[in-house]
């Protein structure tokens, strides 16, 4: 009713009061009402908790004070008072059937109503039964309002002394209560930092293996500075097994250094992967030891904070265990000791798996709901060391490497001596190839294009047989998938007592030991290449398969090729119809082709003895694609001045040591020169040349 009363008249008020008696309605409704109209056993009663009826008390004090204010309308009063005497009688009867607290009796009587009208509830309600109960709230509201109000004469104003002092007691109190909070803060923060340090992970200094029980099982390693010789023995992961070859058996304590490739972490449990070497893993694994359950907490968080590609140290013991993950695949590490040497950041440009995936694999990933990412050539480029971490990648370095090997034994098997020739040089040494220049103290010079000049001029020298392998330069603008502007040339030299096939001889031999020694030796290797770019082995003859230029001329006529005059260059897609016919005729995807004309072939180039315009000259192919070029060299030095007129050259400076070791005597001599990144991208049958290039220089890219 009350409320009705308030909603019918709320524009009549001012919105100091309707705010007041609002306030009122809703404490007094809700708190006192609320309680009656549930049942005696309902325990939410505000009569059934003490401090509930104090808080009744505080608004009916409250409002008391509010009737005795002499302004803010009679009609308010009048609404106040019909509002008090009702609460009044809810609250006695409240009392009588639950049993409220007996301070409040009294009160309860007084805001009983015992008139009709509402000036006499009020009277009733406010009467002299209530000054005992109303004196708290009255002199602490009521009377400070009054003397605002009516300028102080319901009671004596306050001293500026006393405002003083109550107003400093105020600021002690507020005081005492921030220093109460800051001392509060305080502690939770000592109490907070105390936690932290007790659940910190140290790094570990690791000085000795002798001292190894004194340090944590777990945490960074110290930065490795060279303090000391550990003493540790670590192992290969390819030497641990359960087989009778493996070097660490079940049951033995090993060392091992590696690549974090993976982790997982569930519980009190911990499996991981240790990649060592790009392609040899090993699973480890960690769980809860229930004797020392605070110091196998720590080691789960440390494992936790462990990212992928981080460089760790394991002690672990070797456990039998059946693995079909790992190459490792019949034993385990039970981790006892953890460090990380090196930590990679969480973020990668690219995960390691994702690069170690095929075409293949990708592209049938592509229709369903996890698709796996291509990765892009140059963010590879980009990224290059991490490329390399991909198994199949990182073996294509090994072959390259193995490929430079087994020509340095076989040629070192045939008499060659391995020379290293300049790399800046006063002049071009292959005319029709592109050149570097550069400034060499105010002279003109030139980044080699090949040591040709140097090894004729090593034959000079009466070095009968020679090789370099080393790095050349061609300023060549090509983006194609073959070339290079810096790339690793294998070359060689020799004299020849009669014909030129005499080096073609050398160089199949030569090949043929790279061939077969790839395949015996570095088997495992080529595997795992085969893996991610598929490919077949090369097939060769035992001795020289050698085409001449009238035989591929009509090859190449017959498969619809228009050769012109017969004295043009051949192009990429005549030298793979080239190689698909030698293979279906003589059974090879090694072959030579020879006697090319004079017109396309390098200054330096012996004619050919019948035509002049053909030349003694050869290419050798690699699965229908050109590897190398050579020739019988020109020793006669009038012969040579004769060529470099007709072809328009100028004999500079660049020439003339050159020219004058052949006028002092040389012998008749041949060679040949091998791009190595080109003989490794056609025998692994790959896409583009950069793959075989550990960090390749082309025309968009001079880094890293």
Known sequence: VADAELHKRRRATSDGDRVGVRCLLLHTSSGLGGGVARSHSNRYSPFHHPHKAQIILQFLRRAYAYHQMPSGGSTCRRRVGAVTAAAGAIMMSSLLLLGGSRSAVPLARAFAPSATTMGTARRAAFGGATARFMSEGATESAAPKQNQQQGGGGGEEKTEEEKAAIKAAREARKAEKERKKAEK???KAAEKAAREEAERIHPVTYLSSSEQDSYEKFGDMSRIMSRSRTGRDFAK??????SDEAEHKPGSSVWVRGRLQSIRVK????????RQNSFHTVQACYFKDKSDPDGSAKMIKYLKSLTVESVIDLEGIVAEADVKSCSVGDAELQINRIHAVSKADPILPFLVEDAARSEEEVEASQGTDRPFPRLGQELRLDHRWMDLRAPANNAIMRVQSAVCQLFRESLYSRGFVEIHTPKLIAGESESGAGVFTTDYFGTRACLAQSPQLYKQMAISSDFDRVFEIGPVFRAENSHTRRHLCEFTGLDLEMSIEDHYEETLEVIHGVFKHIFEGLETRWGNELSVIRE???????????????LHWPEAQEILTEKGFDMGDGLGDLTGAMELALGEAVKQKYGTDFFMLDK????????????DPDDPQFSNSYDIFLRGQEICSGAQRCHDPDLVVEILEEKGIEAGDGLKAYMESFRHGVSPHAGAGFGMERVVFYYLGLDNVRKASMFPRDPNRCTP
């Open 237 to 242: 992961v390819s030497s641990i097994g359960s």
């Open 596 to 607: 090319y004309p004079s017109s396309i072939r390098p200054f330096y180039t012996m004619p």
């Open 532 to 546: 991610q770019y598929p490919s077949e082995r090369v097939t060769f003859t035992d001795e020289p398969c050698i």
């Open 185 to 187: 803060k305080a502690k």
């Open 267 to 274: 519980g009190g449990s911990c499996f991981l992967v240790l």
